[in-house]
């Protein structure tokens, strides 16, 4: 709606229509661009490069650091799996040890348990002898003891005691080694 009206403009010493060329206008302002522009090259564009300088400068830089921190990162990763993996060879080492000394200690206590057993054992068949002995000692004794009261009752007198003894156990004693 606007566009009629612009066109129908007044060309007769008025306002100038927007699609009119005007040189006069036109020369002011490509001086007035070239003015801005030289003061730009100037003044701006080489402020605006140095800081973009500045800026690819401190890019590169972080860049570089990152790589360095990476680098680094990569680097103790190694020697922290290289760390772990000896922890890992100890500890597996260290078990062993402990099992192999485990094992050693079990030998060893069932050895002392065998050993005392058998000390137990060699003990109770030297008691069991030597009470067998006591024993026997006791019955032989007590068997003369009864023989010579049995004879003493046969023959009817009292017989000397000791030699009497001595002729029984020496006949006892020559039973026994013949049974």
């Known amino acids: 709606m606007m566009l009629p009206l612009l066109l129908a403009a007044d060309t007769d010493g008025g306002l100038p229509g927007p699609f009119q060329v005007n ?3 036109t020369l002011w302002t490509w001086l007035v661009f070239l003015v801005v522009l030289i003061v730009l090259q100037k003044l701006v564009f080489p402020k605006l490069l140095g800081w973009n300088v500045e800026r690819e400068q401190r890019i590169a830089a ?6 360095r921190l990476q680098a680094e990162a990569i680097k103790g990763m190694e020697e922290q799996r290289g760390l772990l993996a000896a922890a890992r060879t100890d500890a597996q080492a260290i078990l062993a040890e402990a099992r192999q000394a485990a094992e050693h200690e079990r030998a060893t206590a069932i050895e002392k348990t065998r050993t005392e057993q058998d000390e137990m054992l ?3 068949k030297r008691e069991i ?6 024993a026997v000692a006791e019955i032989r004794r007590e068997a ?6 049995a004879a003493g009752k046969v023959i009817e007198q009292r ?6 003894r001595k002729i029984v156990e020496e006949y006892l004693t020559e ?3 013949r049974a």
């Open 62 to 67: 972080q860049l570089a650091e990152a790589e």
């Open 175 to 177: 039973i026994g080694t």
């Open 122 to 124: 060699a003990r109770a």
């Open 144 to 149: 003369v003891e009864l023989a010579i009261a």
């Open 23 to 25: 040189f006069g206008l």
């Open 129 to 134: 002898v030597a009470e067998r002995e006591r």
């Open 159 to 164: 017989l000397d005691a000791p030699a009497d």
